[in-house]
């Protein structure tokens, strides 16, 4: 595959989406080759030769991955979700939001640089929670924030509910991203705002617990992406 086919194949116009949604961010520029686990990267920075072979079979396999766990999620799902759940698809691009979900749609995008390693717990809990969002059918664009907060919660329960059928009682979501001195209390200032859309981080985690879950702790960039945009 060419340099120029698979920036065209990740999706272009996404990649430019996230670029104009990140206006002002610090700029990412660490090799592909040398990235750290869960580290967004800007696609188009890449020079052509890490495009061909370094993201290409990663953008392959993780789509194959992702292909398959949503098949699982949905399975373990069972029929009492079957209708709600049909037809949803996911796709492997550039997305600055790390996932998201479209409900209205039944569609999942996932970010390429930051899940192409994710271990099969973070990625099955991140997928599953945007399942939620769809079979629960969070359709609303900009819901008030104590509605938006309560859609989290119940997103997180519904992914809690399908990893631990699978097997899971434990998913390094948070603990995926490398932690930063002073990010924990960075993020509780953050969520304890009253226009806050999501809930606070030890709510998520507290909640889990209460249903035999546990949810890791993890830095601040993938704080702000999982309470911000998984969504």
């Not at 990740?10 to 989406?17: P, S």
């Not at 188009?44 to 098949?71: F, I, S, Y």
């Not at 039944?106 to 991140?126: G, H, K, N, Q």
């Not at 953050?190 to 985690?205: F, I, V």
Request: aromatic share 6%; glycine share 8%.
């Amino acid at each position: 595959m060419r340099a120029r086919d698979f920036i065209t194949e990740i999706g272009r116009r996404d990649i430019l989406k996230g670029l104009a949604g990140a206006a002002g961010a610090a700029a990412l520029g660490s090799m592909a080759s040398n990235a750290q686990a869960g580290e967004y990267q800007d696609i188009t920075k890449q020079d052509p030769n890490t495009l061909v072979k370094v993201w290409a079979p990663r953008m392959q396999e993780l789509q194959q991955r992702c292909n398959g766990t949503l098949a699982k999620l949905i399975r373990t799902a069972g029929p009492s979700w079957a209708n709600q759940l049909k037809g949803t698809t996911i796709a492997v691009k550039s997305n600055r939001q790390y996932i998201q979900s479209d409900p209205e749609n039944r569609y999942i995008s996932i970010d390429l640089t930051v899940f192409w390693d994710a271990p099969e717990d973070v990625l099955s809990f991140a997928i599953a929670h945007e399942l939620g969002h769809i079979a629960l059918g969070h359709l609303e664009d900009n819901p008030a924030p104590e509605k938006s907060r309560q859609e989290e919660m119940d997103a997180d329960d519904f992914a809690v509910r399908l990893c631990k059928a699978l097997g899971y009682n434990k998913a390094g979501v948070f603990k995926f991203m490398h932690a930063k001195k002073g990010e924990m209390e960075y993020m509780r200032q953050l969520a304890n705002q009253p226009n806050s859309t999501h809930p606070t981080y030890d709510q998520r985690m507290n909640r889990a617990q209460q249903q035999g879950f546990q949810l890791s702790k993890g830095g601040v960039e993938q704080m702000n992406a999982l309470m911000t945009h998984l969504a």
